[in-house]
Each structure stands twice: as C-alpha cells, then as structure tokens.
C-alpha cells in the first residue's frame, strides 16, 4: 500500500476506538490491530521515519503488501482487544504474534469429570471439561514425565470402553502401576483420592502430598497392612527424591509465570517459565520470527493467546516489557482466570532472579545456529571471493531532505558485529540536495584513505546507483586498498532484500531464510540504526548548542573569531568561503569546512 493509498483509506476512518485489518490484493488478511484512536493509528504507517529496528523493516514490507484497509469500530478499547484477539486467531495473519507451535506439542490431559480420571498425552487441548498441563518441548521428555507419574500415582490408562467391558485386570494391575477400577479393585473413594493427589501435585503441592503418602505407610503399616505398605513406601520415596532434585525458585511459595521476550536483531523468541507453589515445573520457548510490531505489543498479543485455552493465568505474570495497554490486557485475563491478575515488571528481587530466568531461556535458540565460520564461507562463494570474508563492514547514509548528511559504518568480525570499529563521518562535501551518490562515494573514499586496514568485504546500503559511486572510489585506491564490494538493497513487495555485485546485472539469488543473507542484513539494520542515531544527535546539538563546535578544525579561537566577524550564526550562514577568509582571516580549508557545513544545517533556529 502507497503512502497515498493510506492517505485515502484515512478518510473514511474515525477518531474511534476499534480494530483495523489490512489486506493484500488477494483479499487475504496479513495484519490486525487495534487502536484506541483509529485514524490517529493507522495515519502512523504513512510515516516511516522511525527508529530503524528489525520490526520496522517489517512494518515497511508489510505496508508494501497491504492492498486495503478494514475497520471495526467498538464501544470501548476493551472490546477492541478482545475483536483483536478473535480475529488474529481466526485468520492467522502473516504479521501478528503466533503461537501455532504450540499445538504441535504434548500435553497431559486429566479428565478430572470422569468418575475414574485418567491421564493422557494429547496433541491439542480443547474446551471439554478436562485439565490440560503443559506443552512439553519434548515428546520423549513428555513420554518419560508420563512412566514416571505412573509410578507414583498409578492410575488407569485405558480408555472408557476398555474400562467398561474389561473382565480380569490388565498387565498395569499386575506391575502396580493401575489398581483396577476396571473390576472394582479400588473403591471410587480411594481412586478419587488418589487422583486428587495427582491434581495437587500439578498445582505445586509436590511436598504437601509426599506428607500424605508418608502418613497413609505409617498407618498402613500400623494396620499390618504390609504389601499396602510397601506400595505406599515406594511411591512415597519417590516423590520426595524427585522433589528434592526440583529447582527451587524461591522459598515463599508463590504461584506466578514469569514470561521473558528476547529481540535478537534478527526476531523475536518468547519464554515462559511456570512456577507453582516457589517450585519452577515447566519452561517452554515460542519462535515469533514474524512479528512486525514492537516489543510491548508483542507482549500484549502473547499474553492473551497463552492463557485463551489450557489452565487460566496465575495471580501473578512477571514480564520483560509491558504491554502496550497493560490496564486492559490485565482485565481480560482477570477475567479468564475469574479472579485478580497482576502484571509487573520487577527491577530487583527474588522476582527479578526468576524473569532473568526466562530471559536466560529466551536468548537461546531453539534450533541449531549455523556456525558462523560456515556461513562466512557459504557468503564468499555465493559473492564469488577468492577468499572467506573475515572481516566485513556496511555503510549507510542518513539525512533529511539532504540537510545535515551524516555516514555510518557497522563491522563484523568471525560473523560477530565488532562494534570498536564502528565509525561514523559528517559529509560536508555534499549541497542541500539529497545526493546519496555522492555522500556514499565520498564516505568510502575516506574509509578506505585512512591508514586503518580495509574489510575484506565491503557492504554499501542501497542498490545499483550506490554501488557505481563506491566502484569509482574503489578504481582510484591502490589494489592493497581495495576490499570486495557488494551493495545490499531492498527488496520489492515480497521479495527478498537483494545483493548486487559489481559487473553483474542481476542480483546474487539468495533466498530469504538463507543465513548469508540474514547475516549481511543485520549488519546493514546495525550501520542504519547509528547513522540515524548519529543524524539525530546531531539535530539536537544544533539547537541547544554552538554547531559550529561539530566542524573538524574549527576550535574556540576561530569560532569567537567567525561570529565576531558577521555577528550571528544566521549571518555567517549567508557568508561564503571567500567572505571568511577575506573578512575573518581564517584559512581557506576551513573557510570550505564551514560554509559546506552550515549549508546543511537542519535548522530555522540559529542554536543558542
């Protein structure tokens, strides 16, 4: 979708809260938000001069795809959140938070309605009435959790027809692990106490059951009843070693999740970390590599969709960002679990030690990463280099409208962003005009002058027109001077970012998910996020400062000197070089230094 485009759906959208739906030209939804404010919310996608992050890059292609713009409007932004909700999960779009990985895993089911719960290993909760623990990473660890409950609270695990037409136990009654409800072997007292047992230990009341166990041997024992007994001994002996080798998150026994989000440059992985009763007894980890929003919406979104359907959420969440409307995200899920619910973000503690917990899980890949040595040597094949790039770094110009041109230069070494060679340039060499060609040729040039060692592979941003601006620079360096140039652009709609190569008409075909391409593009996001640092900070100086003190070899003499001369910093913007050197006797290098530089100025204030 144009700016334009947005610009006309803005007319028919009101200052109202409600959800919005955007659409590519196959009808197919690929986004739903929310706003409180639906015109003010949406008029932000035709700005997208903000802060460059990975989510950022994603908005931008997701506005590229977006053909058309739906609104639903509501009576309040609590039934917007809610509409939100509902709709991600009915039409799954391509760019909102998505939690599917989560039905490929196992669950316990325990079908507490049924006179003889049983326990089970399910692919997909659903709303029947039973009790839903999980999801396990893991089928094998699922499997194995499962054996070991067996042991300790043995009930059936047939199913209710075998439950109803067996005549004689099965092979379970004989091993110990089933009393038998099948052929009343155990009253429908003891088996509902014994699946009681096995609730109150899901619920984090591990000890608390281990001292039933221990009181029922004793008297079993008392009774002479020696086989019970025994039985009771060893699932009892069990409990409490398990219970001793639990992690122990702290000792005040609180019931909270803790649920930590990780922004890697390159996506988004979310971890959840449950504790029950001060005991952590699961961690799970969600990849939501497609999100194209920013953190605090991603865990607004995250938040509503773990605790729609499974167990409802504990009265505490503890969070790494909160969420966007963090008063009404809190509501809802009060009113999912049918109590209160707090949300926090905790910045010292014992709460604090838990949440760095799921950071901890979080910051960890749930795949295997290429090694990076692999994919510096996949890069330099596909890129045709006659050798692997150690070293590589990116360039990137930022301004506005042409004024104030600044430069920036990210670096990578072994694969690792090597931030102590990051550089950034003012370019004075450039008019009030944009020229991106020019500010690029003279960056490179004075990059690759310098007496520091140039990159093996040097990465410009931009396409074909960047490219032959650095390629000239390039043919003007001696061959020691002259690393392997490449120049990584965006890419069109659905396409991937594309790189170029110097004599060649068609990009290098590298695929989106390839890890070459993922790793030049999160040198190339680093480059754009410090040259617009850089652009920014430098505005800022120029109002609350002499801007003159940013021209190299302009010191305090020469600036007293200049606005002695014309009076103002208004007036020597009027100078020209010739008009310095005559008037104000500075040098003509400097005289150039400064007009250059005063004439992109970003400014209608003269700085204080």
């Known amino acids: 979708m144009s700016v334009a485009a947005i610009k006309s759906a803005l007319e028919h959208l009101p200052q109202a809260p409600g959800v919005y739906l955007m659409k590519d030209a196959a009808g197919k939804v690929i986004y739903v938000g929310k706003a409180k404010r639906l015109k003010t919310r949406v008029a932000n996608y035709a700005r997208l001069d903000a802060a460059p992050t990975y989510y950022r890059h994603k908005v931008e292609a997701m506005v590229e795809r977006a053909a058309m713009v739906e609104f639903v409007v509501t009576s309040s932004e609590k039934e917007a959140l809610l509409l939100e909700n509902t709709l991600i999960k009915r039409h799954r779009p391509h760019y909102n938070v998505d939690l599917r990985d989560d039905k490929t895993y196992p669950y316990f089911r325990f079908s507490l309605q049924h006179e003889y719960p049983r326990l089970s290993l399910v692919r997909r909760p659903v709303s029947d009435g039973a009790r839903y623990y999980g999801p396990f990473e893991s089928v094998g660890a699922a499997r194995k959790t499962m054996r070991w409950l067996q042991r300790i609270f043995p009930l059936r695990r047939c199913s209710d027809h075998s439950l109803r037409n067996r005549a004689r136990p099965c092979l379970d009654y004989e091993t110990g692990r089933c009393p038998a409800p099948c052929t009343g072997r155990i009253s429908r007292a003891d088996y509902k106490n014994l699946a009681s047992q096995l609730e109150r230990f899901f619920a984090g009341q591990g000890l608390e059951v281990a001292k039933d166990l221990e009181r029922q041997m004793k008297q079993a024992a008392a009774a002479e009843r020696f086989e019970a007994a025994a039985l009771l001994r060893d699932r009892w002996q069990a409990l409490s070693r398990t219970m001793e080798r639990q992690s122990v998150a702290r000792a005040e026994g609180l ?213 032959s601006a650095a390629l000239k620079v390039l043919e003007g360096l001696p061959p020691e001077k002259r690393p392997a140039l490449a120049a990584l652009a965006k890419g069109r709609g659905r396409e991937p970012d594309r790189v170029f190569l110097p004599g060649r008409k068609n990009p290098v075909n590298l695929k989106a998910r390839d890890a070459e391409l993922l790793l030049l593009m999160r040198l190339r996001d680093e480059a754009h996020r410090f040259a617009v640092t850089y652009h920014r900070l430098l505005r800022k100086k120029a109002l609350t400062r002499s801007i003159l003190e940013e021209v190299p070899g302009v010191g305090p003499a020469k600036r007293r000197r200049l606005l002695r001369t014309f009076g103002s910093l208004a007036a020597l913007k009027q100078a020209r070089a010739a008009d310095m050197v005559a008037q104000a006797g500075v040098d003509a290098a400097t005289a150039k230094r400064v007009e250059a530089f005063l004439a992109a100025l970003d400014t209608t204030q003269p700085p204080k």
């Open 255 to 467: 019931d909270l999740d803790a649920v930590a989000l990780h922004d890697e440059g390159s996506a988004y992985r979310l971890a959840v970390i449950t504790v029950r009763g001060g005991r952590v007894v699961a961690s799970r980890v969600h990849d939501l590599s497609q999100a194209a929003l920013e953190p605090e919406e991603v865990m607004g979104q995250a938040l509503l969709m773990l605790y729609e359907k499974g167990a409802p959420p504990p009265p505490l969440l503890l969070v790494t960002h909160m969420p966007d409307d963090p008063g009404l995200v809190v509501e809802v899920l009060g009113d999912l679990a049918g109590r209160k619910v707090e949300v926090r973000k905790p910045l010292r503690g014992e709460k604090r030690e838990v949440l760095e917990l799921a950071k901890m899980n979080a910051a960890q890949p749930r795949v295997a990463a290429d090694d990076a040595g692999q994919v510096l040597e996949r890069l330099g094949r596909r890129l045709g280099l006659e050798e692997t790039p150690a070293t590589i770094e990116c360039m990137d110009i930022s301004h506005l409208g042409g004024r104030l041109t600044v430069a920036s230069v990210s670096a990578m070494n072994g694969g690792k962003l090597d931030k102590s060679n990051y550089r950034r340039y003012k370019i004075l060499g450039v008019s009030d005009m944009p020229d991106d060609f020019a500010a690029m040729a003279e960056v490179v040039e004075r990059r690759l002058s310098g007496e520091r060692q140039p990159p093996d592979l040097l990465v410009v941003d931009g396409g074909k027109g960047q490219l």
